[in-house]
């Protein structure tokens, strides 16, 4: 079985910044992908960021050049770098595992099977 564990929210202020971690235990595949998604107060889930195990990257438009996803093997540990960030960045911020690589929908949410229970990030104007 599958465990996701993000930790690393906080508030913080606009133009600041945080790193998500997302630690993964259980058995891992060698073909994977990985996200990154977040929920806002009465808004649907969206995907922010995935990586796959060929080291491909994905962003939402919302957060190229401001957001990077990156993976320590070694480590189990999918990160998320979030810079200049800004008050609609607020939101709950999980991350996913699909054993697959997902090249078309690779933000999908329904295309990812294991999830983490979240960590609240928080921006302030």
């Known amino acids: 079985q599958v465990q996701l564990v993000e930790s690393g929210g906080g508030s913080v202020q606009a133009g600041g910044s945080l790193r998500l971690s997302c630690a993964v235990s259980g058995y891992i595949y060698s073909t994977y992908s990985m996200a990154w998604f977040r929920q806002a107060a009465g808004k649907e889930r969206e995907g922010v960021a995935a990586?796959?195990?060929?080291?491909?990257?994905t962003y939402a438009n919302s957060v190229k050049g401001r957001f990077t996803i990156s993976q320590d093997n070694a480590k189990n540990t999918l990160y998320l770098q979030l810079n200049s960030l800004k008050p609609e960045d607020t939101a709950m911020y999980y991350c996913?595992?699909?054993?697959?690589?997902?090249?078309?929908?690779?933000?999908?949410?329904?295309?990812?099977?294991?999830w983490g229970q979240g960590t609240q990030v928080t921006v302030s104007s």
């Open positions: 990586i796959d195990s060929n080291g491909s990257t």
């Open positions: 996913a595992v699909a054993w697959w690589v997902l090249t078309a929908t690779p933000l999908s949410s329904h295309e990812y099977n294991f």
